[in-house]
């Protein structure tokens, strides 16, 4: 996870420089204000990587000498079976398609939105899912 962190850190750099560049050199508003956000989101994935990896366990990513085989195994648990993603897709979509159809189209899109919200978090708590 350290060197996620270092290769986070560097791209916040040079996404300053350019930055800085794109706004001497082309006075445009819009673009340079992007490119600072970039800036502000690179260097908040960088610090909590480089901040996580001090109270974590050595990865085999941050041994020199490590073969593919010594990252093998469990990674993680993932919902085998939940719709509620693609219900908040649908919602999110729609409501992206209010911006160029109409503001109308987010009375349908944000309730939507929150119950596939609601539940995706809530989802091992009911039902044949709750843990005990």
Known sequence: MKIQGKMF???SVFILVMAVVYGVWSKEPAGTTALFLAFGLAIMI???LGFTAKRVDVGAQDDKEAD???DAGEVGFFSP???QPLFLAVGGAFAFLAVAVGWW?????APLMLIALW???FEYY???NRTQ
């Not at 189209?105 to 899109?109: D, G, I, Q, T, V």
């Open 9 to 11: 850190m560097w791209l």
């Open 119 to 121: 539940g995706w978090v």
């Open 46 to 48: 960088g610090f909590y």
């Open 68 to 70: 593919v085989a010594d």
């Open 105 to 109: 189209l987010m009375y349908f899109s």
């Open 126 to 128: 009911r039902g044949e």
């Open 81 to 83: 079976h939940s719709w």
